[in-house]
């Protein structure tokens, strides 16, 4: 029979889970600059930045205010997810985790019972300051979750496509990642779960990924059959599933970079162009980012390549299509994007940053082949970049720390990489502070829950609208949705995707941030600021 988009759907088993009901909106804002009617939160929301200019060789700092409309659809569809890479570790470990979550499971393990839970997810785990108690004046905090109306992971119907036909219990096992007590408990609706056959140009991946490409779209690469394949893929899951909105997520093998050549991948139109001519330098990660673009589904790229090509974001800009990436920062990467931030924003000058890691997963296996790995040194080198930038008074212009990032492939280690990181910096008067990391970072399980962040927040700003206020009355645009590129997600991501000419913003503590705070913007609420002169002035 041939495999077809079986799914985990929300109606699997009872749900003894946490409740995943249609969310209603959780708490109320009391502000004549917020309304709520029956599907919507309409905010009236001022900006407030600070524009500088030189003047005379000295600053200038001017208050600015830019008022906007926000518009939250609070509607919250039934929503699939289909991965790309499906049948890899972590496709099979998010499956698993949410099927594990939405039956409410337990399971043995050497240390006891395990409860089935979202850890390691922003959106699911953390909690956000909505504001501070008005009798007590101490801080109120809510789960992120509960910010605005959110999709629950619980129902989130999953599948997707590999280029290995294993089911999802046969590749959970493979993958080596969950305990026997869960394996076992979600077998059975795992085992029901067949990736759909996906697109595989061997030159993409390391040569050692040949034996698992049982499971390819046949064809020839010149046409768009392969796009349309995909855009047929995703049609029928959405119709087989009663869905009213998909989001496709690559979590499959990291490729090399494509090369960047004018009238290939420059333009939408030539890299339209380009694929009909079946052109060797497009990726399967960019057909099917072309696919979901002309899907008008979001497309969000978890590994380091470069699937969006200038001419993938000029696509998805004329068709005002979401895409989001690159590269999930799950552990060495997250800790380094806080920790440099911490060094350096404490006026310690980072002179030397050593990276290493050893893991003994396929995607350790892919990237023992170097041009595999060079797509994954580039994330992870980048990262410190623009904190580095931001320091004048430790860095000249152009200095930069040392950084080096090095991965092995060590089988025995499976999914548990080790990473060791040395930091090195300069302090007061000459001395020095040597920073040595052991981080062992279990991949799988600290990549899933951002794999869901990833598509929560994703579904989420679908359904958020702007439009600048008019400040003499005079007729504004329409609402409007944010730009293209979602560069919120960058707090998922080691190499945030931005739109073009805009900056990247690393550290991690700004991004969580800065998506908190836009969400609150959607309320009609000011940035959290921590100031809290409340405490301070009295
Ligand atoms: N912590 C993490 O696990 C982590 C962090 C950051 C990035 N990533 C990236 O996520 C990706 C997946 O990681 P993983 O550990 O699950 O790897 P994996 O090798 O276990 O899974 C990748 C899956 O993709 C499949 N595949 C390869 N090419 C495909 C194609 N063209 N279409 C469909 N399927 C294809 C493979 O058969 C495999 O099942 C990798 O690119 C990795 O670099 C992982
Ligand atoms: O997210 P992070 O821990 O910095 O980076 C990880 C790398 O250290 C690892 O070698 C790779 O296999 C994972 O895909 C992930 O990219």
């Known amino acids: 029979m041939a495999p ?17 009901s249609t969310q209603k909106v959780a708490f109320k804002v009391n502000s004549p600059n917020v309304e709520y009617t029956d599907n919507q939160i309409r905010s009236k929301y001022t900006y407030y930045t600070t524009e500088v200019s030189k003047v ?41 985790g949410i099927i594990a979550n939405r039956r409410g ?58 280029i290995s036909k294993l089911n999802l219990a046969e590749a959970m096992d493979r993958a080596q990642v969950l305990e026997p007590g869960l394996k076992q408990l979600v077998a ?37 059959a392969h796009v349309e394949k995909i855009r047929q893929d995703i049609r029928d899951f959405k119709a087989a599933n009663n869905l009213d909105r998909v989001i496709v997520q690559w979590t499959a093998n990291t490729e090399r970079f494509s090369a960047l050549i004018d009238g290939v991948n420059d333009t939408a139109d030539n890299l339209l162009k380009a694929i009909e001519n079946g052109h060797e330098e497009v990726s399967p990660s960019t057909v099917f980012a072309v696919a979901c673009i002309l899907e008008n589904t979001p497309f969000i790229n978890g590994s380091p390549q470069n699937t969006f090509v ?28 806080a920790l440099v931030d911490f060094l350096i924003n404490a006026g310690i000058k980072l002179t030397s940053v050593a990276s290493y890691n050893h ?77 040595s990391l052991f981080n062992v970072c279990e991949d799988s399980l600290l990549a899933s829950p951002l794999i869901i962040d990833l598509v929560l927040i994703t579904e989420l700003f679908t359904r958020i609208k702007w439009k600048a206020a008019s400040t003499d009355g005079a007729a504004t645009k329409d609402f409007e ?18 739109p073009p000419g805009t900056p990247v913003v690393n550290a991690l503590a700004k991004q969580r941030s800065a998506l908190i705070n836009i969400m609150r913007g959607c ?16």
């Open 523 to 538: 309320l009609g609420l000011q940035p959290e600021s921590d100031m809290t002169l409340e405490h301070k002035l009295f």
């Open 310 to 337: 200038p001419g993938a974001v000029e696509l998805a800009e004329r068709h005002k299509a979401f895409v989001g990436g690159d590269d999930f920062k799950s552990g060495q990467t997250k800790m380094k994007s």
């Open 105 to 162: 499971l337990s399971w043995q393990t050497r240390r006891g019972e395990q409860e089935a839970n979202y850890y390691g997810s922003l959106i699911m785990g953390s909690t956000v300051k909505l504001g501070t108690d008005a009798k007590t004046h101490k801080d109120v905090n809510i789960p992120f979750h509960d910010l605005l109306p959110m999709v629950h992971p619980n129902d989130i119907v999953i599948g997707g496509w590999d």
């Open 188 to 224: 059975k609706e795992m085992a029901s779960m067949v990736p759909l056959p996906s697109i595989y140009y061997p030159d993409f991946i390391a040569a050692n990924q040949e034996k698992r490409a049982d499971n390819v779209i046949e064809g020839t690469k010149a046409s768009m």
């Open 359 to 435: 893991l003994g997963n396929n995607d350790g296996k892919n990237l023992s082949e170097q041009r595999q790995f060079r797509s994954k040194e580039i994330s992870k080198s980048n990262v410190i970049d623009d904190m580095v930038e931001a320091n004048t008074v430790l860095y000249a212009p152009g200095e930069k720390p040392d950084h080096t990032v090095v991965i092995k492939y060590m089988p025995a280690v499976g999914d548990d990489k080790r990473a060791l990181d040395e930091y090195y910096a300069e302090i007061f008067l000459g001395g020095h502070q040597t920073i």
């Open 481 to 498: 949705g944010f730009h293209s590129v979602l560069s919120v997600l960058s707090y998922m991501l080691k190499a945030p995707l931005t």
């Open 4 to 20: 077809h988009a079986e799914i985990a759907n929300g109606d699997g088993p009872a749900n003894n889970g946490v409740s995943s």
């Open 56 to 96: 005379n060789g000295q600053y200038v700092a001017v208050p600015k205010e830019t008022k906007y409309d926000f518009s939250v659809d609070t509607k919250v569809p039934k929503m699939g997810m289909m991965l790309v890479g499906l049948g890899g570790n972590n496709g099979t470990t998010v499956t698993a």
